[in-house]
């Protein structure tokens, strides 16, 4: 029995390391992960999980640390007892063993998308229009919706429009190559809320079962963007350009204004900066919604905790082949500028041309 368990320790372990140090080239990932093998992976957990009224991605974290808990304290008990080599060995073994069951599960479940072609490769996409000038020109539509919509979105204020949000979202994940519909559910309340506030993230997705996660702390003014930045990672686009810019194209699509003024907002936030905002720049109900994110921020975000978990995720995100780290969240506004959309508010496909 022991050498049976050293055995699947050895097996998974070597597992582990192939899913985490093999990279599969783009044109495999795209037929036969991203839009064979994921699709069905992802539809397995989406057919039961909305029904659970907990997160069940949390359960599979601490069910790895229970049992990395149990053969610690197992092995120890044996070192006790005056038996320190084998035990010792028995226990790293096992432990890496688990790593690597982790480890196949999360590549070969979801991380694999990282190798999946950048979507520039799927539409239209003109690096000549990358220009300071069309920056400027977004800025100032951004602003003006802003305006428009700040209003009317603060006269709603309405709980997150599931199905119209979906119904925006779906269209645009399956224009940019996915041939397949993502089962997406609302997102979960999970253990880490705690963590996500104080490290002033606004949402993640489990790799492991596919829910997606909201910060607690979220105003009702940014769930929108950061449910379809979520459920982009669940439909397979694992870098955070894309997903933004899956996101900001939703909210735009979306008949409903609260969602439309989320987007505009987060296009607003991630474009560069400006020296100075004078007043006159927004309609009040802009100004309170930006004192709001800073009186959030100010209240939960640990800064210690944030620079540490960012910087975390900075070298994650490297590693898996993203060279901008946390800087390709706002790489989403070159996407914006560069790509044109057709009368529907979708990303031109790489082999038509606009009309």
């Known amino acids: 029995m022991k050498r049976a368990l050293v055995l699947v320790d050895a097996l998974l372990i070597v597992a582990g390391l192939f899913a985490a140090l093999v990279h599969p080239p783009a044109a495999w990932v795209e037929a036969a992960f991203s839009n064979d093998w994921y699709p069905r992976w992802e539809n397995f957990w989406g057919a039961f999980t909305p029904a659970l009224p907990f997160s069940l991605g949390d359960v599979v974290v601490l069910a790895g640390v229970a049992v990395a808990i149990v053969k610690v304290w197992r092995n120890v008990a044996r070192m006790r007892r005056g038996r320190f080599g084998i035990p010792l060995l028995r226990m790293l073994f096992g432990i890496t063993g688990l790593a690597g069951l982790y480890a196949l599960w999360f590549y070969g479940g979801w991380g694999w998308g ?14 000549s229009r990358l220009t300071p000038a069309n920056v400027d020109a977004l800025r100032r ?42 089962a997406v559910g609302a997102a979960k309340p999970t253990l880490a809320g705690f963590f996500m506030d104080k490290n002033g993230t606004s949402g993640f997705t489990n790799p492991f079962t596919l829910e997606t996660q909201l910060a607690p702390d979220l105003l009702w003014f940014e769930r929108p963007f950061a449910q379809a930045h979520e459920w982009s990672h669940v439909a397979g686009y694992n870098r955070e350009d894309e997903a933004n810019y899956i996101a900001a194209l939703t ?30 720049m927004f309609v009040p109900q802009v100004w309170e919604d930006f004192a709001a994110l800073r009186a959030r921020n100010g209240h939960f975000v640990n800064l210690s905790f944030s620079r540490f978990s960012w910087h975390m995720y900075n070298s994650y995100l490297k590693s898996n082949r993203v060279a901008s780290g946390v800087r390709n969240y706002s790489e989403m506004t070159q996407l914006l500028v560069a790509i044109p959309l057709d009368r529907s508010g979708l990303p031109v496909p790489a082999t038509d041309t606009l009309r």
Do not use: M
Request: overall charge positive; some cysteine; aromatic content about 12%.
């Open 114 to 127: 990282y190798d999946r072609a950048p979507l520039q490769t799927r539409v239209v996409y003109d690096a």
């Open 251 to 280: 909210c735009l699509r979306d008949s409903d204004t609260v969602a439309q003024y989320s987007g505009w907002l987060e296009i607003f936030l991630y474009l560069p900066g400006l020296r100075n905002y004078p007043h006159k």
């Open 141 to 182: 539509r951004a602003v003006a919706e802003l305006n428009r919509l700040a209003p009317l979105a603060h006269a709603q204020k309405n709980a997150l429009g599931f199905e119209l949000l979906r119904n925006a979202w779906l269209p645009v994940v399956q224009r940019l190559g996915d041939r397949w519909t993502p």
